[in-house]
């Protein structure tokens, strides 16, 4: 069954522009979190969604968001982007944590100039 | 809030060597997880610990939980060139569906 795919594999952005980035679950996955990769703060939570509702958040400025679509699909958006925010950004997605574990996909790398 | 320390850091072994990385958690462990990345790339799910004195094994590698939940090993066997990379270990924060991370463990296999 195909994975977690995420989109897109780079991209590259200015300082000040927003950007969007997608994320498709395992198909019968209703879980989705987010997650940014950077060398200095590692792995941190950004937020999890669940059946179209955000039920964790991380700390991160209002600048990040998300949303979760009826298929399960998520998105994520960084609005007025900073050098800081250039990172790899991952998603994940789940059954049942418990006995399924996370799947991770691939991740967007972001660059911000 | 919840912190895992991985030890060593960084890891330089000839292949064939064995090798075992820690995670140590600031708060009980209710769920362990085991990834491996490659650099810039998603993390691939290795093993997941749920129960004090748990241990899994997949091939050459081998994971436990102690049993009082604060710590996990991971042991590699007869490292190999493939198994180099990143390894990273996950918690869960407890009752919600997100993961806190330890910063990795990055492995260099010497051929």
């Known amino acids: 069954k195909a994975g977690v795919t995420q989109t897109p594999r780079y991209l590259i952005k200015t300082r000040g522009q927003q950007v969007t980035l997608s994320c498709s679950p395992i198909?019968?996955?209703?879980?989705v979190s987010w997650y940014q990769q950077t060398p200095g703060q590692g792995l941190q939570f950004l937020f999890e969604?669940?059946?179209?509702?955000?039920?964790n958040k991380g700390n991160f400025p209002g600048r990040f968001s998300g949303r979760q679509f009826s298929n399960s699909r998520s998105e994520m958006n960084v609005s007025t982007l900073e050098l800081g925010d250039s990172a790899l950004y991952l998603c994940?997605?789940?059954?049942?944590?418990?006995?399924?574990?996370?799947?991770f996909g691939s991740g967007t790398r972001l660059t911000v100039v | 809030s919840q912190e895992l320390e991985q030890s060593p850091q960084s890891l330089i072994v000839q292949e064939g060597k064995n090798l075992t990385i820690n995670c140590t958690s600031s708060k009980t462990l209710y769920g362990l997880y085991w990834y491996k990345q490659k650099y810039g790339e998603g993390l691939i799910f290795l093993m997941m610990l749920q129960k004090g004195g748990e241990e899994k094994s997949h091939e050459k590698i081998t994971a436990k939980l102690d049993e009082k939940k604060q710590q996990s090993s991971l042991h590699i066997t007869a490292s190999q060139p493939s198994h180099a990379g990143i390894y990273l270990c996950?918690?869960?924060?407890?009752?919600?569906?997100?993961?806190?991370f330890g910063k990795g463990t990055k492995l260099t296999v010497n051929p």
């Open positions: 198909s019968g996955h209703r879980s």
């Open positions: 994940a997605s789940s059954l049942s944590a418990a006995t399924n574990g996370y799947t």
């Open positions: 996950g918690a869960d924060g407890g009752g919600s569906e997100k993961l806190v």
């Open positions: 969604y669940f059946s179209e509702t955000q039920r």
